[in-house]
């Protein structure tokens, strides 16, 4: 099959692979000319382990091509993947404008039928404005469908590759046999494709993310309900994630949410319900748990340390906001790290991968180091973000003894709290009660 993906982020990215992987000639188009050159070179814009080795590989098989003619793409193709960003604008709502630009082109460039799907976080309705904004360029038939996507970074290409399901929003038999066609080769191992209409898989990408969102901030409600009383939020976790109704997955507290999407989709999703006149007030709620939680370490570190800290310097375990991504939007760490600098201490950080994304945000601001025990050295305390690899079981006596206070705020729950307090540390985790001779 013949596709074009206008967009080359990292759904238009990941999607071009993995579609060119199964066979289909793909097209990734992007107006960014730096970034298509880059591409051309085999130089990705973003960190997703696989992606490159992927990309390389389906670039030498000529199956998957970039340019930055959009125009081109389209008419070069059958399927059109809209793939484009949907950033939040100012009162939350997904900032459609370039999806909607793309539709134009597309409607401009079309020389037959064609069939255009929204592959990019798109609130319910988009479907038909972009129906409008294409038949307003073309009076050629156009099929406009919804195949919201469900990556997670650092396993996006296992995502896509072996879905838990493929969601198709169709407005017409011939859309919903092309597309189910084209997802085959993905759900051979048992996986559903469900074919419903347009509007009802707008919704489902929201609400699925936007039901994430809500599990970690409920956890992280009850953690603050656990400090309080002195039970331990992880026995909980587990003696509610063991009942089958609720599973296991998302229940684990922590500094909260962050990355390109919950944040986006629960803000994004809460807007629309209050425009249509929908309650949104358990979302609303959602995002306010979690804006608390990514200031809880830096809450701790002031009681601890004072609010003046000009004379001390943490050290800052992970950057991105989860592990196997550089990706740091809305990141934690951003919130802790700017709260410390405003108070005048010095922050000594490091990340396996999100350095460069790190500079970016802080420029000279903080120093970075290249391994983890040098962000140790003579730190009044050290405050961990992110579940990286290399933190979860490291040299604690090693630790120790290059810190200036073992003072540990663990804001990923790593360690147990009673061999950190047999090995002398001062132990802050999220809703676990301190042992002795600890925090």
């Not at 099959?1 to 066979?23: F, H, Q, R």
């Not at 003696?239 to 109704?245: E, K, L, Q, T, Y």
């Not at 090693?398 to 003072?407: C, N, Q, S, V, Y």
Request: net charge negative; with cysteine; aromatic share 6%.
């Amino acid at each position: 099959m013949k596709i074009a993906v206008v967009g080359s982020g990292y759904v238009g990215l990941v999607a071009g692979a993995c579609l060119a992987e199964s066979g289909n000639d793909v097209i990734c188009a992007d107006i960014d000319q730096a970034k298509i050159d880059g591409l051309n070179k085999g130089e990705l814009p973003i960190y997703e382990p696989g992606l490159k080795t992927l990309i390389l590989r389906n670039i030498e098989a000529q199956r998957l091509s970039f340019t930055r003619d959009v125009a081109a793409s389209v008419r070069a193709s059958d399927v059109v993947f809209i793939a484009v960003g949907t950033p939040p604008d100012q009162d939350g709502s997904a900032d459609l404008k370039h999806v909607l630009a793309v539709a134009s082109t597309i409607g401009r460039s079309m020389d037959r039928e064609k069939i255009v799907i929204t592959k990019s976080t798109v609130p319910v309705g988009t479907a038909k404005l972009v129906r409008t904004a294409i038949e307003a360029e073309t009076n050629l038939p156009v099929h406009v469908c919804s195949n919201p996507e469900f990556l997670k970074e650092g396993s996006a290409i296992d995502d896509f590759m072996k879905p838990d399901r493929v969601v198709l929003g169709v407005d017409s038999d011939h859309a919903a046999e092309v597309l189910r066609d084209l997802y085959s080769p993905f759900v051979r191992a048992g996986a559903q494709i469900m074919i419903m209409d347009v509007s009802s898989a707008e919704i489902t990408k929201y609400a699925a993310n936007a039901m994430l969102a809500t599990r970690i901030s409920f956890m992280n409600t009850i953690a603050q309900l656990c400090e309080k009383t002195g039970a331990d939020v992880g026995a909980v976790r587990k003696g509610i994630g063991s009942d089958a109704r609720i599973g296991r997955s998302f229940l684990y507290p922590g500094v909260g949410y962050g990355g390109s999407c919950f944040p986006k989709d629960v803000k994004a999703l809460a807007n629309t319900m209050k425009e249509l006149g929908a309650d949104s007030s358990i979302l609303d709620a959602v995002e306010s748990v979690n804006a608390g939680q990514k200031r809880v370490l830096l809450n701790v570190l002031v009681q601890r340390l004072g609010e003046d800290l000009s004379d001390i310097t943490i050290g800052v375990w992970g950057l991105s906001f989860k592990p196997n991504t550089d990706d740091m939007r809305e990141a934690p760490s951003l919130t802790t790290i700017e709260g410390l600098l405003s108070r005048g201490a010095s922050v000594r950080a490091h990340d396996p991968v999100a350095m460069k994304e790190a500079r970016r945000h802080f420029g000279d601001r903080i120093e970075y180091v290249d391994s983890n025990y040098d962000a140790l050295e003579n730190v009044d305390a050290l405050v961990i973000h992110t579940e990286w690899q290399p933190y979860l079981h490291p040299d604690f006596v090693r630790m120790a003894a290059a810190m200036t206070r073992p003072l540990v705020l663990d804001g990923r729950n790593l360690y147990e709290p009673e061999a950190m307090a047999r090995l002398g540390f001062e132990y802050v985790s999220i809703g676990r009660p301190p042992r002795q001779g600890g925090a």
